[in-house]
Structures are given as C-alpha cells and as structure tokens.
C-alpha cells in the first residue's frame, strides 16, 4: 500500500496543552498537506508545505518536513476544545495524485 | 477558495440500486476528484473526474460500479451502482484549482446500505 502512516492513532490532551502528530511517506512528493476532518464531514485544508520546505506556521500550527527521512510533523499549540478532530496529512507527487494518511484522532479535553 | 455544495448529505439505500451523487462548485476549477472513506478509515482515491471525457480512475475501481460526470468545470456527479453494504461509506468530492494547490473538499455524501 502506498498509503502514509500517522502516529499516533489517537491522542488525548487537556486544554491549553500542546498536540504533535507525525506522518510518514514512501514516495518522493512535490508538497505534503494536513487536514482536519470534524465528526466524518469534509475535510479542512490546514496548511500545505512544499518538498523544499522544512518549517511552515500558520497562527497555532506548525509543521515541519524532513524529506530525508520522508515524514512530517503538525505541532498545535495552546489546543482547545474545538481542536477536537481527525488530523490527516496528504502527499503529492508526480506518480499518485493524493495519498492520505491513516489518520490520528485528537481529543482535546475541556 | 471555492465553496464546494454536495448532495445529498446523506442517504439510505436498497441493495442492488443506485444513487448519484452532485458535487457543484462556485467557481471553475481545474480538477475534481471523487473519495470514498469507509468507516473510522482514511480517504481512497477513487478516480478524477475529467471535463469532457472519460474520468481517470485509481486502481480497484471500475467505471461500471462507479460511473462519473463531468460535463463542465463546475459540476461533476459519481454514481454508486448496484449497491450492496460493502459501499457503505462517505463519499467525498473534492477540488484542485491549480496544480500544487491545496484541495478543498465538500462535506461528504454518507451512504449507508441496507
């Protein structure tokens, strides 16, 4: 399977804390995109960073790229309830249109 | 970013029937893609729908179960055919509005088979 694999399945935090999620590859990419995905609705895009990035910020998001060893990681700080929510990244390349992510289900607890 | 209306939102149906799925987008775009996402599992690729001809799809997907639309850069339907409960899933159209673009994605269709 060409699909990516996230760690942790699921991750549960209280309020204020900080949530890291990582995400592994296989293939070479063009960029690598994380998603949020609310009770099974559609997918929010939340910040994209291309293959000659390393650090890419996006107000209490923050993810990085290591294409050596081909994984990624989103860094949520100060998390809220709200935060709760299916973390997904996905990878472009030349060969696969999309590959998505297993998935790590993040609970931020009140 | 384009504003994505899906329809239906959701749906039960028979075995053995259809349903079609309309995926409308507010502006044109250049790419749309259909996904399937079975249960507590991540998206699948199922094909890209092609403005004008036949759609390009992924491996394991046929155009007999999964006939697509697309007959202008706005719009774009998928049909499940034949259904059985193995197709149960969210079904998920989504679109591309240049290449290294991120996607932006309707709300899902959840079909649930009987």
């Known amino acids: 399977s060409q699909q990516g694999e996230e760690d942790p399945q699921a991750l549960s935090i209280q309020e204020g804390e900080n949530a890291t999620m990582n995400c592994s590859y296989k293939?070479?990419?063009?960029?690598l995109q994380w998603y949020r995905q609310n009770s099974g609705r559609g997918l929010v895009h939340l910040i994209l960073?291309?293959?000659?990035?390393r650090e890419k910020h996006s107000g209490r998001l923050r993810v990085t790229l290591d294409t050596s060893k081909k994984s990624s990681s989103l860094l949520i700080t100060a998390s809220r309830a709200a935060d709760t929510a299916s973390y997904f990244c996905?990878?472009?390349?030349?060969?696969?249109?999309?590959?998505f992510g297993t998935g790590t289900r993040l609970k931020v607890l009140a | 970013s384009a504003v994505i209306s899906q329809k239906p939102s959701r749906d039960i149906c028979q075995r053995g029937t259809s349903l079609t799925i309309q995926c409308q987008v507010d502006s044109q775009v250049t790419m749309m893609f259909w996904y399937r996402q079975q249960p507590g599992q991540s998206l699948t690729l199922i094909a890209t729908?092609?403005?004008?001809?036949?759609?390009?799809?992924e491996s394991g997907f046929v155009i007999d179960k999964f006939p697509i639309s697309r007959p202008n850069l706005t719009f774009s339907t998928l049909t499940v055919s034949n259904m059985s409960p193995e197709d149960s899933s969210i079904y998920l159209c989504?679109?591309?509005?240049?290449?290294?673009?991120?996607?932006?994605f309707g709300d899902g269709t959840r079909l649930s088979i009987l």
């Open positions: 996905a990878t472009a390349s030349r060969t696969y249109k999309y590959i």
């Open positions: 293939t070479s990419i063009n960029n």
């Open positions: 960073i291309r293959s000659n990035e």
């Open positions: 989504s679109v591309e509005q240049g290449e290294g673009q991120p996607q932006h």
């Open positions: 729908a092609n403005q004008g001809s036949e759609a390009t799809y």
